[in-house]
């Protein structure tokens, strides 16, 4: 099964060794986002002429503009590759063997190297709101409202609705390799999905609105997990209804840590008598 380079966090692309067919797309890819930025550099030294002072002054700004340049050069460029790669061969979903043979799993290949470079260059923006911008132009569906920079995420095949978060190391998966077989199926997420630190979600999930998977946790190839549940375990079970989304919760969790406090205190007031009853005074 493919994993992620780190369950640190991130980065979000796939582990797919570059085969040596395509690796004319991956350095070109590195190659003009480079080149982008040295144009940028050499156009600002020769229209603007800064002297010294100014040049360190705006150095910090103009590093910033440049990698977001290389970040735009690298996803409009990998939008046309794949458009043209995608005029040749569509992905489908289906079981497919993982042999160079296979037509399918030979352009997921392609596919996911193109995808390489900008989904790795993206990951290291401090605003996790590129992640989101990145899987739209690869046609994921997605909102900026979605918390997915701490996880790992494929990307094609997947539907996000709206306030999802993804926990750190967590891997929502369409596409998986088991032994000689290659899976590609679509992953739905519908709306106010909570995913556990450390889980995975195997391809052909529907996870329905408001369902939790807990941490640590794995949801089988094609499961579906129902609306309002919280789910535990390898493979993910029914734990128990998610509360959390009731109204009125707010006043609920008042009441509890109001109770909580007071029995503290209560608790703290008898350790203290006992302990002025076991004082000897002299």
């Not at 100014?54 to 910033?64: D, Q």
């Not at 989101?132 to 569906?141: E, H, Q, S, T």
């Not at 503290?264 to 005074?281: A, G, S």
């Amino acid at each position: 099964m493919s994993v992620p380079s780190s369950l640190k966090v991130g980065p979000n692309t796939t582990l797919l060794l570059v085969k040596k067919r395509y690796l004319f797309f991956y350095f070109f890819l590195i190659w003009i986002s480079i080149f982008s930025i040295q144009f940028e550099f050499w156009l600002f030294w020769k229209l603007y002429d800064p002297k010294f002072i100014h040049f360190l002054v705006f150095l910090p700004l103009l590093i910033f503009i440049m990698y977001l340049t290389s970040i735009a050069v690298s996803l409009i460029f990998a939008k046309i590759f794949l458009t043209v790669v995608n005029l040749f061969h569509k992905p489908r979903e289906g079981i497919f063997l993982r042999h160079k043979s296979d037509k399918d799993y030979r352009y997921w290949c392609l596919r996911s190297v193109i995808k390489k470079w900008p989904l790795w260059i993206s990951h290291k923006f401090p605003f996790p709101f590129m992640n989101n911008i990145c899987l739209k132009m690869f046609g994921i569906r997605t909102k900026y409202s979605n918390s997915l920079f701490e996880g790992f995420v494929d990307t094609e095949f997947i539907e996000f609705g709206k306030n999802i978060v993804i926990g750190q190391g967590a891997i929502v998966q369409s596409a998986v390799i088991i032994g000689n077989l290659f899976i590609i199926r679509k992953t739905i997420i519908e709306d106010n999905v909570l995913i556990g630190a450390q889980s995975v979600v195997m391809p052909g999930t529907h996870m329905k609105k408001n369902s939790i998977l807990g941490a640590h946790s794995l949801i089988t190839i094609g499961q579906e997990i129902e609306e309002n549940w919280i789910y535990l375990g390898a493979p993910a079970k029914k734990f128990k209804e998610n509360v959390f989304i009731e109204d009125g919760l707010e006043s609920i969790i008042e009441k509890y840590f109001k109770e909580r406090l007071i029995s503290e205190i209560r608790t703290d007031d008898l350790y203290i008598v006992r302990r002025d009853k076991d004082i000897k005074i002299e």
